[in-house]
């Protein structure tokens, strides 16, 4: 890590500072040690902030703790990649006003076939399935996956590259010191086992507030060439992704979902208004001329002699077929720990082998 990195995430971590104004202090004085390093009179007859801003910057530079700023970044074993590196994401970097430093955890490749996954935290299981499904399948064409890492549509999205065994992209809304939803820390930690990434613009020690997700929304945007949202309801975080993407120029493709549901309102306004409908995951790909190196959008074959792992084969015995368990009653009767069990219903569920009811519970599927 370099000292024009740190200097970087330094300046980018100040109030009313932003990245705009942190690129504009390096072209100024030519590196960001030596715009911290400048006179206060200096900056600030560059920047022109009212006197209240100029007071607050300056009192927020004076008191800036280095030490603690160092350790953390050390103990979270945290990599910092700058806006003038020139391995910074190249599809984030033609945005409008990228990060200045982004921080993060993991393996950040320069892939330009990178597909953005959106949608409602409180999903259906129609959105979950669609999510996992279109995820997985665009994956396994090795297109990384980006989202937000939060519940629902997001942690489907994850879950689906995973089972792929490819590699994806968590975007976070807060330092990362914390793992944020805190019941996702065993997915962040299989996204870094599998080569992918956690990233933040924000420093370690910053918490998840409200006004950080929007914030947090565009470089879910802008590391991708096109946006899926899946299931949104009308006011939702995912069409501030949407518009983010339309205002880079970016593709919106949006899942179809039932005029009854709540949850895709805001899809089907985005439909209505011209998104590309996307109900099969080779209709992404043929919009961008990226080839089908592997046959996708099957259903899976329940027939197949499929290979289960010991643990998928015994929850397996506990799903019956003409009776839905909810995962209360799966942890109950087999003993296994909640996380364990989340996250083999997911793999049965890929696999087709049982099916997740409208009430949220579990039931095997027909042979």
Not at 191 to 211: H, K, V
């Amino acid at each position: 890590m370099t000292n024009e990195q740190l200097y970087t995430a330094a300046w980018q971590s100040l109030s009313f500072i932003g990245p705009s104004g942190v690129r504009k202090l390096v072209h100024y004085f030519g590196s960001a040690e030596k715009a911290w390093k400048a006179a206060d009179k200096e900056i600030f007859n560059l920047l022109h902030h009212c006197t209240e801003k100029q007071l607050k910057i300056s009192q927020e530079k004076k008191c800036f703790d280095w030490d603690r700023f160092l350790t953390r970044i050390n103990q979270l074993n945290l990599q910092i990649i700058s806006y003038q590196d020139v391995n910074y994401p190249p599809l984030l970097s033609q945005t409008y006003n990228p990060p200045a430093a982004l921080f993060y955890r993991g393996t950040l490749s320069g892939s330009i076939k990178n597909a953005a996954i959106v949608g409602s935290r409180r999903c259906t299981s129609y959105g979950k399935n669609a999510a996992l499904h279109i995820a997985q399948n665009l994956s396994a064409q090795d297109i990384t996956i980006v989202s937000g890492g939060a519940r629902g549509i997001d942690t489907a999205a994850h879950t689906g590259a995973l089972q792929a065994e490819k590699p994806t992209i968590a975007v976070m809304a807060c330092g990362l010191h914390t793992w944020y939803p805190p019941e996702n820390k065993r997915l962040f930690q299989d996204i870094l086992d599998r080569d992918g990434a956690i990233i933040s613009e924000y420093a370690p020690g910053i918490e998840p507030l409200p006004q950080h997700f929007p914030a947090r929304n565009r470089i879910i945007s802008g590391l991708a060439r096109c946006v899926i949202v899946i299931e949104a309801a009308k006011r939702s975080g995912s069409l501030i992704t949407a518009d983010f993407a339309l205002e880079e120029g970016r593709d919106i493709f949006a899942v179809p979902g039932s005029i009854f549901s709540k949850t895709s309102e805001g899809t089907n306004e985005l439909l209505r208004m011209g998104a590309i409908p996307l109900t099969k995951t080779v209709d992404l790909l043929n919009e961008y001329g990226w080839n089908c190196s592997i046959p996708i959008d099957s259903p899976p074959d329940k027939h197949s002699d499929m290979s289960l792992t010991l643990l998928e084969n015994t929850l397996l015995q506990y799903i019956p077929y003409d009776e839905a368990l909810s995962q209360d009653d799966l942890i109950v009767c087999s003993q296994i720990d909640a996380g364990t069990i989340s996250r083999t219903i997911t793999t049965l569920m890929i696999k087709g082998l049982i099916w997740e009811d409208r009430t949220g519970r579990y039931i095997r599927s027909p042979s």
